[in-house]
Structure formats: C-alpha cells, structure tokens
C-alpha cells in the first residue's frame, strides 16, 4: 500500500496550487479520501474528504470557499485544489484513506511573500 503525495511548494500569499496524491495497493474508490494538514507546533487538522462513489466532499471551516478537493478514480488519485492561499494555510499535507493506517509522506506548502 502506497500514498504518495505531490504539488507542494513555495507560492505568495493569494496563490495557488494544486496537491495530487496517488493511491496503489488498494482499492482506491472503497474508500473516503481525506487530506490533513500540520504546522509546527500544531496538531495534524482535517482539512478536505471525498467519497470514493459518488465524490461527496466536505471541507473544513476554514479552507471553505477556497480549496477544492476532487478525486479521480481511474487514475487513483485524489487532488487539492487551494486557491486564494495565506500564511496560516503553511504546513505539511498528508493524503489519508479512512479507517486505515494509510497515510501518505506528506508534501510542504509554504504561503510566504
């Protein structure tokens, strides 16, 4: 089983990127995709999830109207769309399946002028 996540970087505040995570091993659509965040100093926070039938998403408070979490289950991908990126938003993602120990490496986003 493997999740390997891609698309971090350095971008200035109001950027954008976009995080791909890629799943094998594992029947990728079985399951809820979610994405999670940590910044130092800080506990790792749910920020986006998808279902793996039918793309149900939800999006915590506080990327809402922002990012953008969609899936793509030929592919076994899940990606992250951010938008309109701040500072607080800095941290390391990680890709997660649900009800698993899953989880991917994690990629650096860096929001900084």
């Known amino acids: 089983v493997q999740l390997v996540e891609s698309g971090g970087g350095l971008v200035q505040p109001g950027g954008s990127l976009r995080l791909s995570c890629v799943a094998s091993?594992?029947?990728?659509?079985?399951?809820?995709m979610k994405w999670y965040r940590q910044a130092p100093g800080k506990e790792r926070e749910f920020v986006a999830g998808?279902?793996?039938?039918?793309?149900?998403?939800t999006l915590a408070d506080s990327v809402k109207g922002r990012f953008t979490i969609s899936s793509d289950n030929a592919k076994n991908t899940v990606y992250l769309q951010m938008n309109s990126l701040k500072p607080e938003d800095t941290a390391v993602y990680y890709c997660?399946?649900?009800?698993?120990?899953?989880w991917g490496q994690g990629t650096q986003v860096t929001v900084s002028s």
């Open positions: 997660y399946a649900a009800g698993t120990n899953y």
């Open positions: 091993g594992f029947t990728f659509m079985r399951y809820i």
């Open positions: 998808i279902t793996g039938v039918g793309g149900i998403n």
